[in-house]
């Protein structure tokens, strides 16, 4: 069974516009990351954030957690169509194999 | 620095087939995770690979076996080829500390007919 679960399923925005993907997880979790995926290649790590973080920044990414309510959300700040790809989450369970969700397919178009 | 590395890129089986999929990690990586991508779904576990022996496995049938050489590099069986197994195949690694997340090669495509 799949442990997080990204909502929503497809997203579609113009260029310059942001982003906003969720992902809501059940169990508790050591770390959480996000990976980018394009046309059904090699998936690419964005970032992680640890159980004891809230929020974390990389460029034009922001990662938010809530271990409360079991969710995270990724923000893609002023799109480009390099980004159009497919956004996966991905929890650590405490030494347990990462666990992705079906994923959030993005297009940007120009 | 070469990241991971898989081969065949792709690959054309006949159903009750047997193929062998191969995997470099990254530099300075010793654990390898093996994942089945079908496609429009999210990467599923088969298992993982620590110090050539199988530290954790998903749920998948005994047809999907692995091996982990000295070197880390790794490669994964799969017997009796089923029309289902038709799929993108990743390998990923990562090193220590395991909490710096996975680097993925990009994937053997399977295709089973």
């Known amino acids: 069974s799949q442990q997080g679960e990204e909502d929503p399923q497809a997203l579609s925005i113009q260029e310059g516009e942001n982003a906003t993907m969720n992902c809501s997880y059940k169990t508790s979790i050591n770390n959480l990351q996000w990976y980018r995926q394009n046309s059904g290649r090699g998936l690419v790590h964005l970032i992680l954030?640890?159980?004891?973080?809230r929020e974390k920044h990389s460029g034009r990414l922001r990662v938010t957690l809530d271990t409360s309510k079991k969710s995270s959300s990724l923000l893609i700040t002023a799109s480009r169509a390099a980004d159009t790809a497919s956004y996966f989450c991905a929890t650590d369970n405490y030494g347990q194999n990462f666990v992705f969700g079906p994923g959030t397919r993005l297009s940007v178009l120009p | 620095d070469a990241g991971v590395t898989q081969s065949p890129t792709h690959l054309i089986k006949t159903r009750g087939q047997q193929v062998t999929l191969r995997c470099s990690p990254k530099?300075?990586?010793?654990?390898v995770s093996w994942y089945q991508q079908a496609l429009g779904q999210g990467p599923q576990f088969i298992f993982q690979?620590?110090?050539?022996?199988?530290?954790q496995r998903g749920n998948f049938p005994d047809r999907f076996s692995g091996h982990q050489f000295p070197n880390y590099s790794s490669e994964l069986n799969v017997n009796a080829l089923l029309l289902g197994d038709s799929a993108l195949y990743l390998c990923?690694?990562?090193?220590?500390?395991?909490?710096?997340?996975?680097?993925f090669g990009s994937g053997t495509r399977l295709t089973v007919v």
């Open positions: 990923a690694s990562t090193g220590a500390p395991k909490n710096y997340g996975y680097t």
């Open positions: 690979y620590y110090e050539e022996e199988e530290r």
């Open positions: 954030i640890r159980s004891n973080e």
């Open positions: 530099s300075g990586h010793d654990t």
